[in-house]
T-cell receptor, first 108, second 116 residues
Framework: DAKTTQPNSMESNEEEPVHLPCNHSTISGTDYIHWYRQLPSQGPEYVIHGLTSNVNNRMASLAIAEDRKSSTLILHRATLRDAAVYYCILRGNTPLVFGKGTRLSVIA | EPEVTQTPSHQVTQMGQEVILRCVPISNHLYFYWYRQILGQKVEFLVSFYNNEISEKSEIFDDQFSVERPDGSNFTLKIRSTKLEDSAMYFC??????????????FGEGSRLTVL
């Protein structure tokens, strides 16, 4: 899988929007952009995925740059429960490969 | 909501002992996975399993590891002779569909293995 780059950590205030960036300049045309998160002491959890167009679901939105070399996961209103490590993963025809992700802290 | 369940939640074993970690994937899922996470480190892929055979494995998954789907519901990971460095959280995951690059993986809560 192609490499992604994410900030090690970010901080947000509760009930404010959070934009988690991910750079993937070597993405190939068939790679999907996946986001998973891992809450403390839990297994990873699927958040969202997309290919070219922006995507929305009940958990988050995914904004994908026109050249697909970067993307942003948007949590519209952060809650304390959203404190987790967020992983941006490019996925071709291989299993998910996790990087170090971004550790999001949410301040009450 | 259907979920992946894993047992035991925590196992302590002596070095050199055999360990079997058990997983019950979501019932209609076709693809099964084991990952592990050493404390403070990344989640690492071990093996994927489809149609009763291993479809892909990582370098970590050496001859000491094996997987099996002994019946229609369980998916097991066996470590034949545990080493200290096998101490980790082991996550089972399953996926429904055939599309390898889009399907959502559902993870269990993990089994913590401590090797003394």
């Amino acid at each position: 899988d192609a490499k992604t780059t994410q900030p090690n950590s970010m901080e947000s205030n509760e009930e404010e929007p959070v934009h988690l960036p991910c750079n993937h300049s070597t993405i190939s045309g068939t790679d999907y952009i996946h986001w998973y998160r891992q809450l403390p002491s839990q297994g990873p959890e699927y958040v969202i995925h997309g290919l070219t167009s922006n995507v929305n679901n009940r958990m988050a939105s995914l904004a994908i740059a026109e050249d697909r070399k970067s993307s942003t996961l948007i949590l519209h209103r952060a809650t304390l429960r959203d404190a987790a490590v967020y992983y941006c993963i490019l996925r071709g025809n291989t299993p998910l490969v996790f990087g170090k992700g971004t550790r999001l802290s949410v301040i009450a | 909501e259907p979920e992946v369940t894993q047992t035991p939640s925590h196992q302590v074993t002596q070095m050199g002992q055999e360990v079997i970690l058990r997983c019950v994937p979501i019932s209609n899922h076709l693809y099964f996975y084991w990952y592990r996470q050493i404390l403070g480190q990344k989640v690492e892929f071990l093996v994927s399993f489809y149609n009763n055979e291993i479809s892909e494995k990582s370098e970590i998954f050496d001859d000491q590891f094996s997987v099996e789907r002994p019946d229609g519901s369980n998916f097991t990971l066996k470590i034949r002779s545990t080493k200290l460095e096998d101490s980790a959280m082991y996550f089972c995951a399953s996926k429904l569909g055939l599309a390898t690059n889009t399907g959502e993986l559902f993870f269990g809560e993990g089994s913590r293995l401590t090797v003394l």
